[in-house]
């Protein structure tokens, strides 16, 4: 496990701390992509800038031409001598010496250029990074895997799902653009990069497709063209087995560049391959999904993330039930709070309205000034005060689930911002080893878990226990508890759980972890394995 310093505040409720990576891959947070807008403006104004600069540059250009093609025109071609004029013959040599370099040769053409890429070089530190990009990539591949999307939908803007044969409407976004050729093709080339040809072919179809329409010409913002997205796409299809597809783009790709060696020898080799094993004309689908660590539980994952806890069988079960909840807590009987029991094996609750609004942290972290956040996705343990925000929820914490959840025995909050596809693979919360760097608080194992959701999403987002066959959608200012360990100290293996992809929104969540030393009278210890 990799331990990075990331977040630097100035401001009395939060310190540095060390973030644990692990599990999941939060590629650019949404509060980084926020951010992104706000560089994107200062950006566009130094466009806008070097457009103007542009502009006056091009007149002056302009007047110039349009001056010499009126002395052409109208004194030049006149039936007088105009030459016999001293005047004329000196301007007309003047210019030619003199104007015309001053025109051909002006380096204020560079100096507008280079003023534009020194407002981009002043946010250059604020702008995403070639991972960033690349994170976000994986990410709507990730969202296209988990939640079954068509790429040709996706392409249009759309987020949708093949039921029966025909494309229904999963989520449909207040605001939406279509991707791009040449946004397709980058998707395309970092599936590619990893040898992930079940995602790089689709992506690169699409990529093709967008690419022919506009009969493949080139913009300069673009870092693809269709040559580009032909010769991805035919050693793509090669790979899966397309031999004969891969042959007819690479000969589409030779009538845009007929000179290229490389693809002249894949097509003589393609074409051999043909006349070996005739079989391999046929074009077959081809596309497996590549393997993961998680395979095994991957289905059942991924149903749990479509259904965004509608799963009856589950939650039929006459022995759940909601109630008003004091706990015996003298702070909670004039204001009990409603509890949930989701699950009993393993025991899950989720509290309702657990935070209001004005305690959502994520506002009270955006309020701080001076705060750095690297890296790409954005994580900070908080630790305050009793009087403080963070020590005001260890209080309630302890109020609810009748366990010490203050430090050391409760480990510091942790908050969370998830990013495009943001996620977390199946795992335990607990320590399954001995070695793990849990251990090194000295405060025992992981007894429990208490999740806050400090938002609500629109789409996906679920916490999915596995093995339990439920999954929990987000419920903003709402509280997930479970148990990690049984009463004899042993890890309760059926709370194997995932963080679900967020197919749209902004998600936050604050997690507290609740160890084993401290709760020696609150949870009494047994010997029955299934306490």
Known sequence: MNYVKCVYFTWGLLTSALIPVSFGEMYTSLLHVKQAISVERKLIDHLRNYIDYESERLDDIKRFYAKVTDLHREVYNSPAPAMANPLVAFTLIKRLQSEWLNVVYSNEALENVQVLRSGYEEEEASLPKLEDLQGAAKGLMRLQDVYALQVASLVKGRFQRATDGNPIDIYMPAVSIPLSGDDCFLVGKVAYEQEDYYHSVQWLEESVRLFRRTGGEWSPENEGTLEDALDHLAF??????????????????????PMNGRVLQNVEKYEKLLVETPALRIRGSGLRRPNSTYLLT?????????TQGSQPTHYENPRLFCDCFTNGSPALILQPIRREVLSLRPYVILYHNFITDTENIPSFLLSGENFDLCGI???????????????QLDQRISMVTGLNAQPPYGEYLQVVNYGIGGHYEPHFD????????????????????????????EAGGSTAFIYANFSVPVVQNAAIFWWNLHRNGQGDGDTLHAG????????????????????????????????
């Open 430 to 457: 607990h320590a399954t080893s001995t070695s793990s760097p849990l251990f090194k608080l000295k405060t025992g194992n992981r007894v429990a878990t208490f999740m806050i959701y400090l938002s609500s999403v």
């Open 500 to 531: 679900c992809p967020v197919l749209a929104g902004d998600k936050w969540v604050a997690n507290k972890w609740i160890h084993e030393y401290g709760q020696e009278f609150q949870r009494r210890c047994s010997l029955n394995p299934e306490e």
């Open 298 to 306: 991957r289905n059942v994952y991924e149903r749990l993330c479509q």
């Open 377 to 391: 996705f954005f994580s900070a343990w908080l630790k305050g005060s009793a009087h403080s925000i963070t020590g």
């Open 236 to 257: 793509s299809h090669f790979k899966v087995g397309n031999v004969s597809y891969a042959l007819s783009l690479s000969q589409e790709l030779l009538h845009h560049d």
